[in-house]
């Protein structure tokens, strides 16, 4: 009898980790939602309402079990592989001609904000002690694009997910205040239309809260405002190819167990590329490019809403005072820096 017993054990199937489709079904509850506040309150971006849920979800009681246990594999994969995808299809929003309309000063303009933020960011992000890519991390995402500029480097640094889920925590803070704080600017510091659409463009960090904030001012602040995003959102690929090459470089030596190293240029990084090309081309008809549009914006708030679930606001509040001091100069040096150089180029 107990040899039978033992047989039974042996032959007994292995208890398998939860599957990706439960966390997966979450993720495509809350951006349902996110797209239900946005439709209710639209200054509320859709990304933005899908973060915010995502860092509700983990903590409201009831709930957070489920997302940090069954859930938890399939909020992952969102925050990852469904990033890469909806960061792919960003670049179907930019043309090569979109970026030589705007002029060469302009867009040495962009390129001269886009590296002080970063470098300024960084700098003071080490010196302030913050943990893991934290640093790193923050000031991708106020110098480029927000959360999905987060992600795209995270994907290549291989960055702690609690970094990450920070990161986007604090750039998507940030980015919801100025919707509000701009648009009250736009007349005290002497803009015209264009000028406080450009300037938006250049100082707010995710494209759907540049929209919101733009719209303001009207159709002329909101063209440019978009067309000046867009090339801040193009130099997204040589940021995540430089961070590759920077991690290649530092793993060099042993080779880990996996025997893998960070490829030079990430796939989804040639994926972006690939669709400014085609979209360059004028090949893809105007419905097309709506659809890709729709489906980017799904794809990046699912994944914004795993990344937000995986926010632990305890560990936030830890380094919270270091990481708020950080979140306000940048936001300076960024709003002072896009300030100046619209008030140089127009």
């Given at each position: 009898m107990a040899l039978l017993t033992e047989r039974r054990t042996a032959a007994a199937p292995p208890r398998t980790a939860p599957g990706k489709l439960p966390g997966l079904a979450t993720a495509a509850a809350g951006v349902a939602v996110a797209w239900v506040v946005h439709l209710l309150v639209?200054?509320?971006p859709m990304l933005t309402a899908a973060v915010v849920l995502g860092i509700a979800a983990a903590h409201v009681p009831g709930v957070r079990a489920w997302v940090r246990g069954a859930a938890r594999p399939g909020l992952t994969l969102a925050g990852k592989r469904l990033m890469r995808i909806g960061v792919v299809l960003l670049g179907l929003k930019l043309g090569l001609d979109d970026v030589l309309g705007l002029g060469w000063a302009t867009v040495?303009?962009?390129i001269a904000v886009v590296a002080a933020t970063f470098a300024g960011t960084l700098w003071l992000g080490r010196r302030l002690g913050l943990r893991?890519?934290?640093p790193l991390l923050i000031a991708t995402g106020y110098s480029i694009c927000g959360a999905s500029a987060i992600g795209a480097v995270s994907e290549v640094s291989g960055s702690d997910e609690e970094d990450v889920a920070t990161s986007v925590a604090l750039v998507t803070l940030c980015g919801t205040l100025a919707i509000a704080v701009l648009p009250l600017l736009h007349h005290p510091l002497g803009l015209d239309d264009a000028q406080f659409g450009r300037w938006v463009g250049a100082g707010v960090h995710d494209v759907?809260?540049?929209?919101a904030t733009a719209q303001t001012a009207g159709p002329a602040a909101l063209t440019d405002a978009v067309l000046v995003k867009l090339m801040r959102v193009a130099l997204l690929a040589p940021l995540v190819a430089a961070v590759a090459v920077s991690v290649r470089q530092r793993r060099r030596g042993p080779v880990k167990a996996s025997g893998k190293r960070p490829p030079?240029?990430?796939l989804f990084v040639l994926g972006f590329l690939a669709m400014?090309?085609?979209r360059t081309t004028g090949w893809v008809p105007a419905a097309g490019l709506d659809l890709a549009a729709h489906a980017q914006e799904l794809l990046l708030a699912t994944a914004l809403f795993g990344l937000g679930s995986a926010v632990h606001l305890p560990s936030l509040v830890r380094t919270g005072g270091r990481v708020a001091a950080l979140g306000l100069c940048s936001w300076v040096v960024i709003a002072g820096a896009s300030y100046g150089g619209v008030?140089?180029?127009?």
């Open positions: 639209p200054a509320v040495a303009m962009v893991g890519d934290q759907g809260q540049v929209v030079l240029v990430p400014v090309a085609v008030m140089l180029t127009t």
